[in-house]
């Protein structure tokens, strides 16, 4: 699937702000780290509110945020609920520590902000549960949440420990830091091999073909499970996620550990973090890369397919052009017309793209193609008044059939009367190759457009066009 | 009230697209989205045969909405926007949609696509502006090989019916749209083994597929 950077930060940051005040509440339980609070809950603030902006650019309406709370089962709406229990325990927690006589939050406090803390941490990994995707649907997820919650929690309060100088809290930032890190490693270890022996839970289609995906390869679900241990994700794994992530911040907190001093806390603990925030990343991130549908015709879904096929560029001018190649013709601006290969377009004398940020569709204007008609093999003429359907044929081989007449976006597709009479349904390919090259005239859809032709050729030449269109008209071609 | 489907012969469908285009078609769908694809399944080596050509098999599989019983999509959207409709389709409420494609996420077959224009997340909607008007999805009106049929669950899978002519499979296309014939009339025979459905991973899809003896069902 491709990567959803808002959502990937969102979780990220949740966790940091989870485990920072369920680091503080562990310490308010013990009944130390007084100097620590303020900025911890500063901190887990922060985290907070960079994450709901995070999320919030992943929302396509996001005034109608308030709108996701209308389902209060779903994932979402739990995650919503439980940033503002989040926060009403931050507020309770400060009010809670001005108002007690040593200056620390009371025990109960203490362990509301350890709950609230984690258990934000577990919702969220909870409301990515989803059985259509393996590889997420696993209560690892929010497992793994969790303790990367406790780990880079605990490396935070490290940091904040050594920079206020809060003596008593070295010890237990540090010994949590390093066990949340033993834990980590071995809760990834776990899901990983998990992952890789998850291709048995996805449906076995061998060979398959999506004519809207043409260049996009065949999941091969084996490879892509098996990729974080052994495969092309492994040293991204090893070396990023256990190594740097994990490995290296262990072995800081535990020199942090045995030196106990304030500035060994900060520097180690910076670098710890840092290491664990690269390595809490880039798990993400191949969470990710190998989500693939149990039923496995796409990466991920298909409206977030894999970053092999990213959508086709949308700048008028280019798919402009793009057309004519398709079709076998020049770009042909204002009026002129050209002809190649017994094929004529021609337009008209201003812009008719039907494309937002185009001018409008001056009435009564369109393109045109000539070619001869595969049915009476006069010449005729296939008009298409928005370009959109011609993209269509640009990116990909679609068939045509005979009967649609769709005037939807301003697409007006005559079919010749005698094809349609004939009762059959009458398909017409435009093959990959044909797009490429400029294909041989009766490779193409010609149709006649008998009266559609009659009334533009008056328009625009006057009533001896019309005359002659109506003698070909009169060639054969049932119901011209 | 109705339960809606819609079940494909694929011993029938020929993979011409025609219904693919026709709901972009009819449905104003985005560049590059598709409410309805026809993928090509195979082709695969027949058991007990050779193991290469000419002992192959493959057949055409249109992927939509499946409009399922139990829907993950439905489960995880935060703003009721993806609902069960009283006909037993599923829609989604625009007005209440705020893009988060989690609901896209959830769908086993990937038949959801955000609309970057209105940004909302849109799908199959088994032309319900069609069928609330008696005619049928456009995807089986359209259809080029007339293997699609729609109708309620409740009256039975054979009593599904198609555009087609029950007398004259060669009648003209203008009296073909106006005639109807039900599935148990107009197919091959059929028994309830060869109807299939797409993964279930606890959604329960509607949608079926008949795929007789001679073909694999492999999706």
């Known amino acids: ?480 | 009230m109705a339960n809606y489907a819609i079940v494909t012969d694929l011993n029938r469908c020929t993979g011409c697209l025609a219904c693919t285009v026709a709901c972009k078609a009819i449905n104003g769908v985005d560049v590059g989205n598709f409410w309805i694809k026809t993928l090509r399944i195979g082709p695969h080596p027949t058991e007990s045969g050779s193991g290469h050509y000419p002992d192959v098999e493959m057949y055409f599989l249109p992927v939509q909405c499946q409009h399922c019983s139990n829907p993950e999509c439905v489960r995880v959207c935060p703003t009721e926007a993806s609902h069960v409709a009283a006909d037993g389709t599923i829609q989604i409420d625009k007005e209440k949609c705020i893009g988060c494609q989690f609901c896209a996420m959830a769908c086993p077959y990937g038949v959801r696509y955000l609309n970057e224009s209105e940004k909302v997340v849109e799908k199959c909607t088994l032309c319900e502006q069609r069928i609330q008007q008696g005619e049928l999805p456009q995807c089986v009106a359209q259809c080029g090989a007339r293997a699609r049929f729609f109708g309620d669950l409740d009256q039975g899978v054979d009593n599904f019916e198609g555009p087609a002519h029950p007398d004259s499979p060669g009648c003209q296309y203008d009296e073909m749209t106006k005639t109807r014939v039900k599935l148990k009339d107009y197919v091959e025979a059929y028994t309830s083994s060869d109807i299939h459905h797409l993964t279930d991973t606890g959604n329960a899809p509607k949608l079926m597929y008949i795929l007789r003896e001679g073909r694999k069902w492999r999706a």
């Open chain 1, 1 to 480: 699937m491709e990567l959803q950077w808002p959502l990937i930060l969102f979780t990220f940051f949740l966790c940091v702000a989870g485990g920072t005040l369920a680091m503080q509440g562990l310490l308010a339980v013990l009944g130390r780290g007084k100097q620590m609070q303020v900025p911890s809950l500063i901190v887990a603030a922060a985290a907070l509110v960079v994450g709901g902006i995070s999320v919030f650019l992943h929302l396509e309406h996001w005034e109608r945020i308030f709108n996701g709370f209308g389902h209060i089962t779903s994932g979402i709406t739990l995650e919503f609920i439980f940033c503002i229990v989040f926060a009403v325990v931050l507020v309770l927690y400060f009010l809670m520590m001005h108002r007690s006589e040593e200056g620390v939050a009371p025990k109960w406090v203490g362990v509301i902000a350890i709950v609230a803390g984690l258990a934000l941490c577990a919702v969220t990994g909870d409301s990515y549960l989803m059985s259509a995707l393996p590889v997420w649907d696993t209560v690892m997820l929010p497992v793994y949440y969790v303790v990367d919650a406790c780990f880079l929690g605990a490396l935070v309060g490290m940091v904040i420990a050594g920079a206020v100088k809060c003596s008593d809290a070295f010890a237990i930032t540090s010994k949590v830091a390093l066990v949340a890190g033993i834990v980590q490693c071995v809760v990834l270890v776990i899901y990983a091999v998990l992952i890789n022996n998850m291709g048995g839970m996805f449906t076995e289609v061998t060979y398959y073909f999506d004519p809207t995906l043409p260049d996009v390869g065949m999941v091969d679900t084996d490879a892509v499970v098996g990729s974080i241990l052994t495969g092309s994700n492994a040293l991204a794994y090893w070396a990023g996620v256990q190594l740097v992530g994990v490995v290296v911040p262990v072995v800081l907190a535990f020199l942090a550990l045995r030196a106990n001093a304030a500035a060994k806390l900060v520097s180690y603990g910076a670098l710890g973090l840092a290491c664990a925030v690269a390595g809490a990343f880039i798990w993400r991130c191949l969470l990710y890369m190998v989500a693939v549908l149990a039923l496995p015709f796409f990466y991920g879904c298909a409206g977030l397919t894999a970053v092999e096929t990213p959508r086709p560029p949308r700048p008028p001018v280019v798919r402009h052009l793009a057309v004519h190649r398709c079709l076998g013709a020049h770009l042909v601006p204002f009026g002129l017309s050209t002809k190649r290969n017994g094929l004529t377009l021609r337009f008209p004398a201003a812009p008719t793209l039907a494309f937002p940020g185009f001018p409008s569709r001056p009435k009564g204007r369109s393109a045109a193609l000539q070619g001869n008609c595969r049915h009476c093999g006069n010449p005729r003429l296939l008009e298409w008044s928005c370009y959109a359907a011609l993209a269509e044929i640009e990116f990909l081989s679609l068939w045509w059939t005979a009967g649609i007449e769709n005037r939807t976006r301003g697409a007006s597709i005559r079919i010749c009367p005698a094809l349609r009479n004939a009762g059959a349904p009458l398909v017409f390919r435009l093959s990959r190759a044909e797009q490429l090259t400029p294909p041989p005239v009766a490779s193409l859809w010609e149709t006649c457009t008998c009266h559609i032709d009659v009334r533009e050729k008056r328009r625009e030449h006057g009533r001896q066009d019309e005359r002659a269109a109506r003698r070909r008209c009169s060639r054969g071609c049932n119901g011209c």
